[in-house]
């Protein structure tokens, strides 16, 4: 079990940037693989980046390749999320999730048992 929460969510206008932060309570942190969700009103949550435990690889969305990168500092225990290139479509609440030992499935939601309260991202037009 290891508790996430959330921060550097705001408002930011398109084209700009912005860093969400995920810090994880806990030990182990490297043995996780670590997930980025994010959920629209009346949307279903969708898969935006992950990077794999144990050193592994990150992958991500088609909708946010080439402007989104994941990385992780395990002496924090914490990951984030670089943004760039923001769009109005991106706005959405943003969610941490974690798995422990986990390398396949990544884009998958139910693969996460932890997952954080959240953080709000609105891009303005």
């Known amino acids: 079990q290891v508790q996430l929460v959330e921060s550097g969510g705001g408002l930011v206008q398109a084209g700009g940037s912005l860093r969400l932060s995920c810090a994880a309570s806990?030990?182990?942190?490297?043995?996780?693989?670590l997930g980025w969700f994010r959920q629209a009103p009346e949307k279903e949550r969708e898969f935006v980046a992950a990077?794999?435990?144990?050193?592994?690889?990150?992958t991500y969305a088609d909708s946010v390749k080439g402007r989104f990168t994941i990385s992780r500092d395990n002496a924090k225990n914490t990951v984030y999320l670089q943004m760039s290139s923001l769009k109005p479509e991106d706005t959405a609440v943003y969610y941490c999730?974690?798995?422990?030992?986990?390398?396949?499935?990544?884009?998958?939601?139910?693969?996460?048992?932890?997952w954080g309260q959240g953080t709000q991202v609105t891009v303005s037009s």
């Open positions: 999730a974690a798995d422990q030992y986990r390398s396949v499935f990544l884009e998958r939601p139910r693969s996460y048992r932890n």
């Open positions: 806990g030990r182990a942190f490297s043995d996780f693989a």
């Open positions: 990077i794999a435990c144990c050193g592994g690889s990150t």
